[in-house]
Protein backbone atom coordinates (compact mmCIF):
# COMPACT_ATOMS: atom_id res chain seq x y z
CA UNK A 1 0.00 0.00 0.00
CA UNK A 2 1.31 3.42 -1.31
CA UNK A 3 2.15 5.77 2.20
CA UNK A 4 1.56 8.86 0.37
CA UNK A 5 -1.98 9.00 -0.61
CA UNK A 6 -3.28 12.01 -2.90
CA UNK A 7 -6.42 13.19 -4.02
CA UNK A 8 -7.95 13.87 -6.20
CA UNK A 9 -6.16 12.01 -8.72
CA UNK A 10 -7.33 14.60 -11.36
CA UNK A 11 -9.38 17.96 -11.55
CA UNK A 12 -10.29 20.23 -13.80
CA UNK A 13 -10.36 24.42 -13.12
CA UNK A 14 -11.21 27.31 -14.73
CA UNK A 15 -8.66 29.95 -15.33
CA UNK A 16 -8.70 32.46 -12.51
CA UNK A 17 -10.22 30.17 -9.91
CA UNK A 18 -8.79 28.14 -6.57
CA UNK A 19 -8.47 24.86 -6.13
CA UNK A 20 -6.84 22.60 -2.98
CA UNK A 21 -5.15 19.46 -3.55
CA UNK A 22 -4.78 17.15 -0.71
CA UNK A 23 -1.78 14.37 0.67
CA UNK A 24 -2.39 11.86 3.32
CA UNK A 25 0.56 10.13 4.01
CA UNK A 26 1.37 7.16 6.95
CA UNK A 27 5.49 7.58 6.46
CA UNK A 28 7.22 7.42 9.69
CA UNK A 29 9.58 8.86 11.57
CA UNK A 30 8.30 11.84 9.25
CA UNK A 31 11.20 14.12 8.54
CA UNK A 32 10.03 16.22 5.73
CA UNK A 33 7.19 16.82 3.48
CA UNK A 34 7.29 18.34 -0.56
CA UNK A 35 5.03 19.12 -2.50
CA UNK A 36 6.88 19.23 -6.41
CA UNK A 37 5.07 20.66 -9.44
CA UNK A 38 5.68 18.27 -12.59
CA UNK A 39 4.94 19.05 -16.52
CA UNK A 40 4.25 16.64 -18.80
CA UNK A 41 7.82 15.02 -19.61
CA UNK A 42 9.97 17.13 -17.41
CA UNK A 43 11.36 16.56 -14.07
CA UNK A 44 9.42 17.45 -10.72
CA UNK A 45 10.25 21.33 -9.65
CA UNK A 46 9.78 22.02 -5.87
CA UNK A 47 7.36 23.88 -4.91
CA UNK A 48 7.87 24.21 -1.26
CA UNK A 49 9.61 21.97 1.79
CA UNK A 50 8.13 22.14 5.05
CA UNK A 51 9.61 20.26 8.40
CA UNK A 52 7.37 18.98 11.36
CA UNK A 53 7.16 22.29 13.15
CA UNK A 54 5.93 24.22 9.73
CA UNK A 55 2.19 24.53 9.38
CA UNK A 56 1.98 26.94 6.30
CA UNK A 57 4.74 27.54 3.74
CA UNK A 58 3.77 29.57 0.66
CA UNK A 59 5.95 29.82 -2.97
CA UNK A 60 3.69 32.93 -4.46
CA UNK A 61 0.25 31.82 -5.26
CA UNK A 62 1.11 28.29 -3.86
CA UNK A 63 0.58 27.76 -0.33
CA UNK A 64 0.73 24.50 1.38
CA UNK A 65 -0.03 23.47 4.92
CA UNK A 66 0.65 20.56 7.05
CA UNK A 67 -0.36 18.78 9.98
CA UNK A 68 1.85 16.60 11.64
CA UNK A 69 -0.62 15.37 13.94
CA UNK A 70 -2.99 13.63 11.29
CA UNK A 71 -0.47 13.49 9.11
CA UNK A 72 -2.33 15.80 6.57
CA UNK A 73 -0.94 17.99 3.85
CA UNK A 74 -2.65 20.43 1.36
CA UNK A 75 -1.20 22.72 -1.45
CA UNK A 76 -3.66 25.56 -2.69
CA UNK A 77 -3.59 27.47 -5.89
CA UNK A 78 -4.56 30.96 -5.80
CA UNK A 79 -6.02 32.35 -8.93
CA UNK A 80 -4.98 29.77 -11.22
CA UNK A 81 -3.01 30.29 -14.44
CA UNK A 82 -3.02 28.14 -17.56
CA UNK A 83 0.62 27.86 -16.85
CA UNK A 84 -0.45 25.74 -13.43
CA UNK A 85 -1.78 22.76 -15.94
CA UNK A 86 0.72 20.35 -14.28
CA UNK A 87 1.04 16.90 -11.91
CA UNK A 88 1.21 17.83 -8.52
CA UNK A 89 3.26 15.35 -6.77
CA UNK A 90 3.49 15.35 -2.82
CA UNK A 91 6.64 13.46 -0.94
CA UNK A 92 7.42 12.74 1.94
CA UNK A 93 10.48 12.04 3.46
CA UNK A 94 11.47 9.98 6.48
CA UNK A 95 13.98 10.34 9.09
CA UNK A 96 14.99 6.36 8.65
CA UNK A 97 16.41 6.46 4.99
CA UNK A 98 16.76 10.33 3.84
CA UNK A 99 16.64 10.27 0.10
CA UNK A 100 14.11 7.27 -0.65
CA UNK A 101 11.31 9.51 -1.09
CA UNK A 102 7.90 8.41 -0.62
CA UNK A 103 5.92 9.45 -3.51
CA UNK A 104 2.33 10.20 -4.10
CA UNK A 105 0.36 9.41 -7.18
CA UNK A 106 0.37 13.36 -7.90
CA UNK A 107 -3.04 14.64 -8.79
CA UNK A 108 -3.16 16.42 -12.60
CA UNK A 109 -4.53 19.65 -12.79
CA UNK A 110 -5.87 21.28 -15.93
CA UNK A 111 -7.00 25.06 -16.20
CA UNK A 112 -8.71 25.96 -18.62
CA UNK A 113 -9.26 29.19 -19.77
CA UNK B 1 19.77 28.23 -8.05
CA UNK B 2 21.25 24.30 -8.15
CA UNK B 3 20.45 22.56 -11.52
CA UNK B 4 20.56 19.43 -12.52
CA UNK B 5 21.42 18.68 -15.69
CA UNK B 6 19.96 15.11 -17.76
CA UNK B 7 21.09 14.11 -21.22
CA UNK B 8 19.20 13.09 -24.03
CA UNK B 9 15.80 14.36 -23.24
CA UNK B 10 14.75 11.66 -25.36
CA UNK B 11 16.31 8.92 -27.30
CA UNK B 12 14.65 6.48 -29.51
CA UNK B 13 16.89 3.14 -30.41
CA UNK B 14 15.88 -0.27 -31.60
CA UNK B 15 15.61 -3.41 -29.65
CA UNK B 16 19.04 -4.97 -28.30
CA UNK B 17 20.78 -1.90 -28.33
CA UNK B 18 22.39 -0.18 -24.85
CA UNK B 19 21.17 3.66 -24.56
CA UNK B 20 23.29 5.66 -21.52
CA UNK B 21 21.71 8.79 -19.46
CA UNK B 22 23.77 11.30 -17.85
CA UNK B 23 23.25 13.12 -15.00
CA UNK B 24 25.18 15.62 -14.02
CA UNK B 25 25.02 18.59 -11.20
CA UNK B 26 26.07 21.69 -12.78
CA UNK B 27 26.93 24.13 -9.75
CA UNK B 28 27.77 21.98 -7.22
CA UNK B 29 28.70 18.37 -5.87
CA UNK B 30 26.66 15.88 -5.50
CA UNK B 31 28.07 12.78 -3.19
CA UNK B 32 24.52 10.78 -4.05
CA UNK B 33 22.18 10.82 -7.17
CA UNK B 34 19.28 8.74 -7.68
CA UNK B 35 17.79 7.48 -10.47
CA UNK B 36 13.88 6.95 -11.29
CA UNK B 37 11.45 5.33 -13.62
CA UNK B 38 8.07 6.73 -14.02
CA UNK B 39 5.19 5.67 -16.92
CA UNK B 40 2.07 7.34 -17.59
CA UNK B 41 0.34 8.84 -14.71
CA UNK B 42 2.17 7.11 -12.68
CA UNK B 43 4.39 8.22 -9.92
CA UNK B 44 8.21 8.36 -9.92
CA UNK B 45 9.79 4.81 -9.10
CA UNK B 46 13.05 4.62 -7.59
CA UNK B 47 15.31 2.08 -9.26
CA UNK B 48 18.40 2.93 -7.35
CA UNK B 49 20.46 4.87 -5.16
CA UNK B 50 24.13 5.84 -6.91
CA UNK B 51 26.96 6.90 -4.22
CA UNK B 52 30.24 8.57 -5.73
CA UNK B 53 32.80 5.97 -5.96
CA UNK B 54 31.38 2.77 -4.56
CA UNK B 55 28.81 0.27 -6.08
CA UNK B 56 24.95 1.69 -6.40
CA UNK B 57 22.54 -0.16 -4.73
CA UNK B 58 19.46 -1.36 -6.22
CA UNK B 59 15.91 -1.30 -5.29
CA UNK B 60 14.31 -4.63 -5.01
CA UNK B 61 12.88 -5.70 -8.59
CA UNK B 62 15.62 -3.73 -10.58
CA UNK B 63 17.74 -6.13 -12.50
CA UNK B 64 21.45 -4.71 -11.98
CA UNK B 65 23.08 -5.83 -14.83
CA UNK B 66 20.13 -4.35 -17.19
CA UNK B 67 20.78 -1.16 -15.66
CA UNK B 68 23.90 -0.12 -15.46
CA UNK B 69 24.89 3.37 -12.53
CA UNK B 70 28.49 4.48 -12.62
CA UNK B 71 28.73 7.46 -9.95
CA UNK B 72 32.40 7.84 -11.17
CA UNK B 73 32.88 11.58 -9.96
CA UNK B 74 31.20 14.52 -7.80
CA UNK B 75 29.54 15.88 -10.55
CA UNK B 76 28.25 13.04 -12.94
CA UNK B 77 26.52 9.73 -12.77
CA UNK B 78 25.42 7.74 -15.91
CA UNK B 79 22.24 5.06 -16.38
CA UNK B 80 22.78 2.39 -19.17
CA UNK B 81 20.50 0.51 -20.15
CA UNK B 82 21.70 -2.42 -21.65
CA UNK B 83 19.76 -4.68 -24.54
CA UNK B 84 17.50 -2.70 -23.91
CA UNK B 85 13.55 -3.80 -25.08
CA UNK B 86 10.26 -2.24 -26.12
CA UNK B 87 9.30 -2.91 -21.87
CA UNK B 88 12.19 -0.78 -21.21
CA UNK B 89 10.92 2.02 -23.13
CA UNK B 90 9.60 4.81 -20.12
CA UNK B 91 10.51 8.22 -18.51
CA UNK B 92 13.99 8.02 -16.72
CA UNK B 93 14.29 10.56 -14.01
CA UNK B 94 17.55 11.27 -11.90
CA UNK B 95 17.88 13.46 -8.93
CA UNK B 96 21.31 14.96 -6.92
CA UNK B 97 21.61 15.60 -3.28
CA UNK B 98 23.31 18.81 -2.67
CA UNK B 99 27.11 17.97 -0.55
CA UNK B 100 26.25 19.19 3.29
CA UNK B 101 22.77 20.76 2.22
CA UNK B 102 21.25 17.42 2.98
CA UNK B 103 17.42 19.10 2.40
CA UNK B 104 18.04 20.29 -0.89
CA UNK B 105 17.44 17.53 -3.47
CA UNK B 106 16.90 18.46 -7.54
CA UNK B 107 15.70 16.79 -10.13
CA UNK B 108 16.77 16.38 -13.75
CA UNK B 109 14.81 17.30 -16.76
CA UNK B 110 14.16 13.51 -17.24
CA UNK B 111 14.78 11.23 -20.43
CA UNK B 112 12.10 9.63 -22.64
CA UNK B 113 13.36 6.64 -23.59
CA UNK B 114 11.34 4.49 -26.33
CA UNK B 115 12.70 1.34 -27.81
CA UNK B 116 11.28 -0.18 -31.23
Redesign the interface.
Given at each position: K?QVEQSPQSLIILEGKNCTLQCNYTVSPFS?L?W?KQDT??????LT?MTFSENTKSNGRYTATLDADTKQSSLHITASQLSDSASY?CVVVSTDS????Q????T?VVVTP | GAV?S?HPSWVICKSGTSVKIECRSLDFQAT?M?WYRQFP??????MA?SNEGSKATYEQGVEKDKFLINHASLTLSTLTVTSAHPEDSS?Y?C?A?RTAY??K??????T?LSVL
Open positions: NNRYGRGPVSIIWGKLFGAGQ | VQTFKQSLMLTFISVNELFFGSGQ
